[in-house]
């Protein structure tokens, strides 16, 4: 039979074991250094970065969008453009939003162009399209080892927002105005100002997917698009 090795051998073993970690967390600890920083892998950083940089685009687009449709903000009663804006960019998201029938992601969106809607419009397809695009990030804030994003819902978020670029450009109610304005004509001169930050946040997204899918070597399934379909799902 074997022996059980003696106390004094277990002791020197878990002496080796701890020593280096304790040693790690205490230099960790002289810099100020946050536990769970040592929970992040490098993709994970390239997820916030990505989220981040996306999250700024959409709230340029946000107060584009309110400058360009006034009468939208006026509807809630609120001076302050700043206070709209941060009532849609809130990570975790609010999801109680009563004048929305209580929607977000693309049933949120597509709210935003009914033609009974009496509601901000802008609130509606931007908070329909923030929550959309956090969901094909597993809905989260920050990123550690145990998130597992999916590339078919960051690539369907990319289809997604082309499909919405396509609805604000043709979508018009009873009077023949766009449900919402965009890009204009100014004399000679085309402002395609919106379209260039649509554009980014396509390619943010399309980039991020790709990454995924290198590191998970899963495939796309990509998707043959047409004037008109509907979005695309996205989410867990």
């Given at each position: 039979m074997l022996k059980r090795p003696c106390s004094k051998v277990l002791h020197y073993y878990a002496f080796?074991?701890?020593c280096p970690l304790l040693i790690?967390?205490?230099?960790?600890?002289a810099n100020d250094f946050e536990i769970k920083d040592i929970a992040k892998?490098?993709?994970d950083?390239?997820?916030e970065i990505h989220l981040n940089l996306v999250t700024d685009l959409l709230k340029e687009l946000t107060v584009k969008l309110y400058k360009k449709n006034p009468n939208e903000l006026k509807k809630t009663g609120l001076d302050s453009l700043e206070t709209?804006?941060?009532?849609?960019?809130?990570?975790?998201?609010?999801?109680?939003?009563e004048v929305l029938d209580f929607k977000d992601g693309t049933e949120a969106m597509l709210l935003g162009f009914e033609p009974d809607f009496k509601g901000d419009r802008v609130f509606a397809v931007m908070y329909g399209l923030y929550t959309m695009i956090l969901k094909s990030y597993n809905n989260n804030c920050e990123f550690f080892l145990i998130d597992v994003l999916d590339q078919q819902n960051l690539y369907n978020s990319a289809r997604n927002i082309e499909i919405l670029v396509w609805r604000l450009k043709t979508r018009r109610l009873s009077s023949g105005y766009l449900v919402l304005e965009t890009n204009t004509l100014d004399g000679t001169v085309k402002n395609i100002?919106?379209?260039r930050?649509?554009?980014k946040l396509i390619s943010l997204q399309d980039t991020m997917a790709v990454i995924i899918s290198k590191r998970t070597d899963r495939?796309?399934?990509?998707?043959?698009?047409?004037?008109g379909m509907s979005f695309l799902p996205v989410g867990l």
């Open positions: 080796l074991v701890l790690t967390l205490s230099v960790c600890m892998s490098d993709i950083d390239v997820s709209r804006v941060d009532a849609i960019f809130r990570c975790p998201p609010d999801r109680i939003y100002s919106f379209e930050l649509f554009g495939l796309i399934k990509e998707v043959v698009q047409f004037a």
